[in-house]
Every structure is written in C-alpha cells, then in structure tokens.
C-alpha cells in the first residue's frame, strides 16, 4: 500500500493512493486506525467477490424459472436512500476524479468528518492534493469550477474563473482558490437562505468549514499577484516564496503602495545590472506600470527625454504619475496576461 502524507494539526491523514480497489480513501496512521481503512476495503472486495458469485449463480439458474414462455421476475428489492453526506462526497469523487467512489470509500470519510477528525474543507484539499487527481492533469480551469461546485454549487461564472486563474497562474496555490470561495459573500448569503443541501443534515456549521491556507501570501492574493508580476516583467524570473511573502507584507501590513513596490524592483541592483538600452527600460516601465508595450509615441517621447539628459528615474515618476498609470493601480495594478 503507497499512502501520501496530509497536513492537518493534531493528526496525522493518510490518502491510500494505490490499493488493490485503488480507493481514495481517509485513513488515521497514528492510533492503528489505517487498517481499518485497508480492512473496510477488504470486506468490501469480499462483498464484490460475493455479488458476483451471486450473479453468477442466479444467471445459471434463470433457464430453470421459464416456464410455457413466461419468465418468473425476481421483485426488486428497495434500496437503501443516500444521506446528504454521503451524496456531497459521492460529487466529490465525481467532480474531481471523474469515477463513483465505492461504498468503502464514502464510509471512511464519513466517518471521520462525523467524528470530527477532519473538516468538510479539509476533505476538499485532500482530493485535488491526491496523486490521482494530478494524474488526470486537467488545468487551472477544471480545478477552479470543481471547487466552486463543492462550495457553491455551480461553475464558475466568467469574471471568477478569469480572477482566480489569474491568481493561480501568478504566485496563489490552489488553497487560496478554497479559502476565498468559502469567504465569499455568496456561500454566506446562501447558508443564510438555506439553500445549501448540507445546511439541511446541520454539516454547514464552521466547525465542518474552517479553513486557512497554509501559505501567506494566499491570504492577500492581489497583493501577492502583483509582486509575482514584477519579478516576471523587471527582473525575468520566479520569486521563491520568502521574496513573494517579503513584498506581498509590505503591502497588506505596511501599506506600501504599488507604485512604491515597482519602483523597489526597478531600481534594484539585481535590473540595474542587466543594463538595458533606454529603449528597453521604457518598454519594461510600461509594462510594469501599465501593464501594456510602449506605444511608437511614448517610446519617442520618453526616450528622446532620456537622450537630452532626464534620469530613468524622472522617466520612471512621468510614467508613474500619468491619469493611465493611477487608474491602472486604482482597479488593482497591471495585469500582464
């Protein structure tokens, strides 16, 4: 059995990630509950192996119940109905992994959210982080609209796919995805509204909800998508996470403006030793600051500034104190696709 190892304070989660059924299931390391796990699935393989002897036999016996052409029909029996739970994790899998979860599989998780050793969010977390769901290598998109339909109960609108992509492909992890789906304003209203299934079975209460994502910079992820955005323009790399937190602090604790944080990148040792053509330094000051290339006229003029004698840095205040450059930074900063 290959088990990957979860964060989660207190306990120690374990995924089973190839079993013999190859479930996605919940399992505990630290007090010998993981075999239970392991041996739900073995009764559950046994109960399969049972159903199809079962089948089995019945297919040998069905030529013995005709009888004058007419065909004896076994009455159906009932089955037994889904609770809320048990539906909401079955869509998990779903979603997700895009296969039904096995009865062993649903009654792990259940059992721990209902024993409260692990919270509905933190379930979440455990089927994107899962090696199957890496496996099926579906893109930002797909994680995105699986997220907001095991919160909202839908896709994604436009404008919140176009946000949370963004944020995903500059700096966030896919746990600032889920943190700020669970605070938005529309799961709070809907809650209220009663219109969430699970509110109904009692499993919408924040003890089953609470979730923090482990990095800093998810909390603050505009901030943090505009610093990203400066390393790539100004200097032509990725941050590493420390860098990322060290300028994403400075804004949301600090109050250091966007601007001031652009012009930190551009005057840095780190750009200056590239040593760029006037040319070249305009059109990475548009794009830092405006988030566009330079038009042929403002090329002309800033460069033509810069030959009679201007520094980069009054270049660097005309752009940055443009009607332009202040809308830019009014609606969140540049936004280099």
Known sequence: ???????????????????????????????????????????ETAAQ??????SEAKAFAEPQLQKDSTIIENEAEPQPTKGVLEIYIDQLYSDFLGRPCSTGENDAWEKAINDKKITIATVITCFFDSEEYHARNLGDEHLINAIYRSILYRDADPTGLNNWSYCLKNGCSRYAVLEGILGSQERRSLIKAGHLSLATAGYEADEYWTYSSPYYTDHYPAQTALAYQFYQQVL?????????????????????????VAEGFLFSNEFTAKNLSDKEYVNVLYR???GRSVDPTGEASWTGSLADGSSRYEVFNGV???????????AGGPRNQ
């Open 1 to 43: 059995m290959k088990l990957k190892q979860l964060r989660k304070v207190g306990i120690c989660l374990l995924l089973t990630g190839v079993m013999a059924s190859g479930s996605l299931v919940y399992a505990e390391s630290a007090t010998g509950q993981g075999a239970q796990s392991s041996e739900a699935v073995s009764t």
């Open 49 to 54: 192996s049972a159903g199809q002897e079962s």
């Open 236 to 260: 032509g790399r990725t941050p590493g996470q420390s860098e990322l937190e060290g300028w994403c602090r400075a804004m949301a604790e600090q109050g250091v403006s966007g601007v001031t």
């Open 288 to 290: 830092t600051l405006l």
């Open 320 to 330: 940055a104190q443009s009607p332009e450059c202040q809308n830019v930074f009014a």
